[in-house]
């Protein structure tokens, strides 16, 4: 490993001082465009609350603040434990049906956590199949007979989400695992360290940016969820959002709670930045044999089954069961998915998805890339706030995205009546177009997230030598960051696709007049209490979802297969 010279720290020094040019300036902007729908909120908390703030201050808010808190310290701990442990195993290790089980990990992340909820609770609940079959072995008739974990509570709530949102750990995980080289495994247990101390004094260590935004990501998923913690009666935020907008009619209180989740969300980037203490992490690319990392680790058989065991757990309670279970009820219930109507909702969701996927990732892309060509802290703190969507209900943001846009298309109807005495209406509001805008801003922490922890893996070596053949900051990200980035690129488009298609309420404030999507067909069969009659529109969000998850293992396996696990060590510079 190169030793790191003073040089080197003098210019990653001077790479980030912020430098005022044509891309800063464009970077600017477009943070500042994806965050007109968040200030949007912002202003309306400034609004009157005719006393709601103080009466929800002085009754449940410190319940609502407790509840969220573990809510999202139980999740956080769960998907970390989950997703990085089953990376870990499935990287390294030779396991029984390996190639099955790195992408059959994945398939949770094609779940609704909401439809999950409905499962368990139809399984688990006192009238359900498990509790009967106690009370028909052991003769109990009561509830007070016997004890059960309830599922409708704060720990079922925390076991659901875990098993939905664990896939957003494993995925950044296995990909930061794969970019580590055989080398630096056989160096540690050279010296005398078994496979526990190595992974974590080596390997955890190196990977810990893409684990962190992973985390990070399952913490603000649990911080909006509403399906789940409404069903599950678990007095969070969000749910506590929603009973001051719809029971108490107050969208400026609504509002004022949401700003209270972007302190959390805060909070979590403050918190894990002073953790960091300004290291960056980067790796030297060199080419070496992957397989050799997996071969030189060696389980009893043993702890090779408990293993197995281990990685097969979460896919049978994230997917299989729940999964099996809408199987059952769709084949009751087949003649929903032969309805005309069926194949248009799942167009309109396919459409909405692809186009909010694309846009996101190429937002994100720009606003990474933006921040590591001389950004500095203005760029950073700009990219950092308007990535901030991903924290804000998506009900609230809705309202956040029609206020700008109605704005816009009342100053253009008004324009263009007094220059040509022609009236343009809505032009945006009320349209696709204004769907996608609000997905983009809802999920663009999803593809920044991603983007960024791709770029940290890139040394600035490699920018300094193209930049000194000539290449440009467009050039350079084209010919050598993008092809670099393939992994991620194609990480950040599938989380951002399979959310889109599973978002529920900004689609239902969003869409135009009778434009439905499968979450709005699923939802509103599930509120009439026809479960069984929604699990075809639920099987359909799941399968859009299952393609994707299998094309992305396929390309992580292809990098395998190149012998292109490219890292032979890690730098540590210092940031300032």
Same mark, same amino acid.
């Given at each position: 490993?190169?030793?790191?010279?003073?040089?080197?720290?003098?210019?990653?020094?001077?790479?980030?001082?912020?430098?005022?040019?044509?891309?800063?300036?464009?970077?600017?902007?477009?943070?500042?465009?994806?965050?007109?729908?968040? &200030?949007?909120?912002?202003?309306?908390?400034?609004?009157? #609350?005719?006393?709601?703030?103080?009466?929800?201050?002085?009754?449940?808010?410190?319940?609502?603040?407790?509840?969220?808190?573990?809510?999202?310290?139980?999740?956080?701990?769960?998907?970390?434990?989950?997703?990085?442990?089953?990376?870990?195993?499935?990287?390294?290790?030779?396991?029984?049906?390996?190639?099955?089980?790195?992408?059959?990990?994945?398939?949770?992340?094609?779940? *609704?956590?909401?439809?999950?909820?409905?499962?368990?609770?139809?399984?688990?609940?006192?009238?359900?199949?498990?509790?009967?079959?106690?009370?028909?072995?052991?003769?109990?008739?009561?509830?007070?007979?016997?004890?059960?974990?309830?599922?409708?509570?704060?720990?079922?709530?925390?076991?659901?989400?875990?098993?939905?949102?664990?896939?957003?750990?494993?995925?950044?995980?296995?990909?930061?695992?794969?970019?580590?080289?055989?080398?630096?495994?056989?160096?540690?247990?050279?010296?005398?360290?078994?496979?526990?101390?190595?992974?974590?004094?080596?390997?955890?260590?190196?990977?810990?940016?893409?684990?962190?935004?992973?985390?990070?990501?399952?913490? !603000?998923?649990?911080?909006?969820?509403?399906? #789940?913690?409404?069903?599950?009666?678990?007095?969070?935020?969000?749910?506590?959002?929603?009973?001051?907008?719809?029971?108490?009619?107050?969208?400026?209180?609504?509002?004022?709670?949401?700003?209270?989740?972007?302190?959390?969300?805060?909070?979590?980037?403050?918190?894990?930045?002073?953790?960091?203490?300004?290291?960056?992490?980067?790796?030297?690319?060199?080419?070496?044999?992957?397989?050799?990392?997996?071969?030189?680790?060696?389980?009893?058989?043993?702890?090779?089954?408990?293993?197995?065991?281990?990685?097969?757990?979460?896919?049978?309670?994230?997917?299989?069961? $729940?999964?099996?279970?809408?199987?059952?009820? &769709?084949?009751?219930?087949?003649?929903?998915?032969?309805?005309?109507?069926?194949?248009?909702?799942?167009?309109?969701?396919?459409?909405?998805?692809?186009?909010?996927?694309?846009?996101?990732?190429?937002?994100?892309?720009?606003?990474?890339?933006?921040?590591?060509?001389?950004?500095?802290?203005?760029?950073?703190?700009?990219?950092?706030?308007?990535?901030?969507?991903?924290?804000?209900?998506?009900?609230?943001?809705?309202?956040?995205?029609?206020?700008?846009?109605? %704005?816009?298309?009342?100053?253009?109807?008004?324009?263009?009546?007094?220059?040509?005495?022609? *009236?343009?209406?809505?032009?945006?509001?009320? #349209?696709?177009?204004?769907?996608?805008?609000?997905?983009?801003?809802?999920?663009?922490?999803?593809?920044?997230?991603? !983007?960024?922890?791709?770029?940290?893996?890139?040394? *600035?070596?490699?920018?300094?030598?193209?930049?000194?053949?000539?290449?440009?900051?467009?050039?350079?990200?084209?010919?050598?960051?993008?092809?670099?980035?393939?992994?991620?690129?194609?990480?950040?488009?599938?989380?951002?696709?399979?959310?889109?298609?599973?978002?529920?309420?900004?689609?239902?404030? %969003?869409? $135009?007049?009778?434009?439905? #999507?499968?979450?709005?067909?699923?939802?509103?069969?599930?509120?009439?209490?026809?479960?069984?009659?929604?699990?075809?529109?639920?099987?359909?969000?799941?399968?859009?979802?299952?393609?994707?998850?299998?094309?992305?293992?396929?390309?992580?396996?292809?990098?395998?297969?190149?012998?292109?696990?490219?890292?032979?060590?890690?730098?540590?510079?210092?940031?300032?």
């Amino acid at each position: 490993m190169a030793p790191v010279t003073t040089v080197q720290i003098q210019l990653s020094k001077r790479s980030i001082r912020f430098r005022f040019n044509a891309w800063t300036a464009a970077v600017l902007i477009v943070a500042v465009l994806a965050f007109v729908p968040i &200030a949007a909120v912002l202003g309306m908390a400034m609004a009157p #609350t005719d006393g709601v703030w103080d009466h929800l201050s002085a009754t449940v808010l410190p319940q609502y603040v407790r509840t969220t808190l573990l809510l999202m310290t139980g999740v956080g701990i769960g998907t970390f434990i989950v997703g990085t442990g089953t990376a870990w195993l499935i990287t390294v290790y030779r396991l029984p049906g390996r190639q099955i089980l790195e992408w059959a990990l994945l398939l949770p992340l094609a779940m *609704p956590a909401y439809v999950v909820a409905y499962v368990y609770t139809d399984i688990l609940e006192f009238a359900g199949p498990i509790q009967g079959l106690l009370r028909h072995l052991y003769g109990w008739k009561l509830h007070s007979d016997y004890w059960f974990p309830d599922i409708r509570s704060l720990g079922g709530a925390i076991t659901v989400m875990t098993l939905v949102l664990y896939p957003y750990v494993y995925l950044l995980a296995r990909a930061a695992f794969l970019d580590q080289a055989a080398g630096v495994v056989e160096v540690s247990r050279s010296l005398g360290h078994g496979p526990w101390r190595t992974f974590c004094k080596v390997s955890l260590p190196m990977a810990r940016p893409s684990i962190v935004v992973g985390i990070s990501l399952c913490m !603000m998923e649990a911080l909006n969820d509403f399906g #789940t913690v409404d069903f599950f009666a678990v007095p969070t935020f969000t749910t506590g959002i929603f009973d001051v907008w719809l029971n108490m009619g107050s969208a400026s209180g609504a509002a004022q709670m949401a700003s209270v989740l972007l302190i959390f969300v805060l909070a979590l980037v403050i918190v894990e930045r002073a953790a960091r203490r300004g290291r960056r992490y980067y790796h030297s690319y060199q080419k070496a044999e992957y397989e050799g990392m997996a071969s030189s680790q060696t389980l009893t058989p043993k702890w090779r089954a408990a293993a197995f065991v281990a990685c097969v757990v979460p896919i049978v309670g994230g997917f299989l069961i $729940p999964a099996g279970l809408l199987v059952t009820y &769709a084949l009751r219930h087949y003649q929903v998915a032969l309805q005309p109507e069926f194949s248009i909702y799942a167009g309109n969701s396919l459409m909405l998805s692809g186009l909010a996927a694309l846009v996101a990732v190429m937002v994100g892309t720009f606003l990474a890339y933006g921040t590591r060509l001389h950004g500095g802290r203005i760029v950073l703190l700009a990219t950092r706030v308007a990535s901030l969507g991903y924290a804000v209900p998506g009900a609230v943001l809705a309202i956040g995205v029609i206020l700008p846009t109605a %704005l816009l298309d009342n100053t253009i109807d008004a324009w263009s009546q007094s220059l040509f005495g022609i *009236p343009t209406g809505l032009l945006i509001s009320g #349209t696709v177009m204004v769907v996608v805008i609000g997905y983009v801003v809802r999920f663009l922490a999803l593809s920044y997230g991603a !983007m960024e922890a791709g770029l940290a893996r890139i040394t *600035p070596n490699m920018d300094g030598a193209a930049r000194t053949l000539g290449a440009g900051p467009g050039r350079l990200l084209l010919r050598v960051h993008l092809p670099l980035l393939r992994a991620s690129l194609l990480t950040a488009g599938l989380l951002v696709f399979v959310d889109c298609m599973k978002e529920l309420p900004m689609t239902m404030i %969003l869409r $135009p007049f009778n434009f439905e #999507t499968l979450a709005t067909f699923v939802h509103q069969y599930a509120m009439d209490e026809r479960l069984e009659e929604s699990a075809p529109g639920a099987l359909a969000i799941v399968i859009a979802g299952i393609l994707p998850v299998i094309l992305l293992s396929r390309t992580l396996g292809a990098r395998l297969k190149a012998n292109v696990a490219p890292v032979v060590g890690s730098v540590e510079v210092a940031a300032r």
